[in-house]
T-cell receptor
Framework: AQKITQTQPGMFVQEKEAVTLDCTYD???????LFWYKQPSSGEMIFLIY??????QNATEGRYSLNFQKARKSANLVISASQLGDSAMYFC???????????FGTGTRLQVFP | DTGVSQNPRHKITKRGQNVTFRCDPI?????LYWYRQTLGQGPEFLTY????????KSRLLSDRFSAERPKGSFSTLEIQRTEQGDSAMYLC??????????????FGSGTQLSVL
């Protein structure tokens, strides 16, 4: 069965610094997709970035980049130049190839301080 | 694009009562998902629809839970005889028919249920 693991319950980072949020996954399927979502206190899940298992390059979206290491089954999110508004819960998720539903990790709470 | 809308935002009920939540997906999205999220956990899949057809239900969805999407547009999630363990955030998400592996889910702000 597919599984997502986020081992960091909480992270602190100073404004303008970079931070890496860890995510490892487990699947026997060769084709899969990995997603990162942000959940602020309002509750809505906001899509940040996607990485496909066959993508040759690491995904980037503005200040977000994904450090994808396929052999290690890790897909860490890197946020550069942190802003106070980045304080939120961050969830890593994997798409199951046959059903299209997303399986989520337990999340990491990021707090950005001035 | 008005986003995914969920009502109500908050619901407080007494144990044993029935509750119903509504989700309005993004208008051109054929797929609709329900997730449940408890404190300190990630969202857990409950069920999903393609148009009006309910294609999969999680084992988390006991027989007290029922979801419908009668015309392939909005969906309702009903919980009968609520229990304190049902207290959670119920999230709805929608997406287009799968255009590719990177097709993402758009989430609503959720309905926070508290069972007293």
């Amino acid at each position: 069965a597919q599984k997502i693991t986020q081992t960091q319950p909480g992270m602190f980072v100073q404004e303008k610094e970079a931070v890496t949020l860890d995510c490892t996954y487990d699947t026997s399927d060769p084709s899969y997709g990995l997603f990162w979502y942000k959940q602020p206190s309002s509750g809505e899940m906001i899509f940040l970035i996607y990485q496909g298992s066959y993508d040759q390059q690491n995904a980037t979206e503005g200040r977000y980049s994904l450090n994808f290491q396929k052999a290690r089954k890790s897909a860490n999110l890197v946020i550069s130049a942190s802003q106070l508004g980045d304080s939120a819960m961050y969830f890593c998720a994997m798409r199951e190839p046959n059903t299209d539903k997303l399986i989520f990790g337990t999340g990491t709470r990021l707090q950005v301080f001035p | 694009d008005t986003g995914v809308s969920q009502n109500p935002r908050h619901k407080i009920t007494k144990r044993g009562q029935n509750v119903t939540f509504r989700c309005d997906p993004i208008s051109e999205h054929n797929r609709l998902y329900w997730y449940r999220q408890t404190l300190g956990q990630g969202p857990e899949f409950l069920t999903y629809f393609q148009n009006e057809a309910q294609l999969e239900k999680s084992r988390l969805l006991s027989d007290r839970f029922s979801a419908e999407r009668p015309k392939g547009s909005f969906s309702t999630l009903e919980i009968q005889r609520t229990e304190q363990g049902d207290s959670a955030m119920y999230l709805c998400a929608s997406s287009r028919d799968r255009q590719g592996p990177n097709e993402k889910l758009f989430f609503g702000s959720g309905t926070q249920l508290s069972v007293l």
